[in-house]
Nanobody
Framework: VQLVESGGGTVQAGGSLRLSCAASGITTFSIIVMGWYRQAPGKQRELVADRTIYENSNYGDSVKGRCTISRDNVKNTVYLQLNSLNPEDTAVYYC??????????WGQGTQVTVSS
């Protein structure tokens, strides 16, 4: 299983970003949950958002109201749209999937830096 993330970079405060994570080596309907986590320097990794194959979405408290997660089952890809960015959103963002056996797979991470 391989996860390839894209869309990170430097964004000005108040701006938006869209991250993508494409999964390969696994069939779409074997992936029960696709989601995004982030880890800022000196902090624990935290949930940003995830979405189940049943189309239920779950958002972290710090991004509620300004974040949308979506999933394209044809492309085996999960997207994260994050708006109204602030410097506290600066972190490495990781894609994670969980299959029906409970196995979890992580991407390599993509850096997002929000400049004030």
């Amino acid at each position: 299983v391989q996860l390839v993330e894209s869309g990170g970079g430097t964004v000005q405060a108040g701006g938006s970003l869209r991250l993508s994570c494409a999964a390969s080596g696994i069939t779409t309907f074997s992936i029960i949950v696709m989601g995004w986590y982030r880890q800022a320097p000196g902090k624990q990794r935290e949930l940003v958002a995830d979405r189940t194959i049943y189309e239920n979405s779950n958002y972290g408290d710090s991004v509620k109201g300004r974040c949308t997660i979506s999933r394209d089952n044809v492309k085996n890809t999960v997207y994260l749209q994050l708006n109204s960015l602030n410097p506290e959103d600066t972190a490495v963002y990781y894609c994670k999937i969980r299959d029906g056996f409970g196995s979890e797979y992580w991407g390599q991470g993509t850096q997002v830096t929000v400049s004030s």
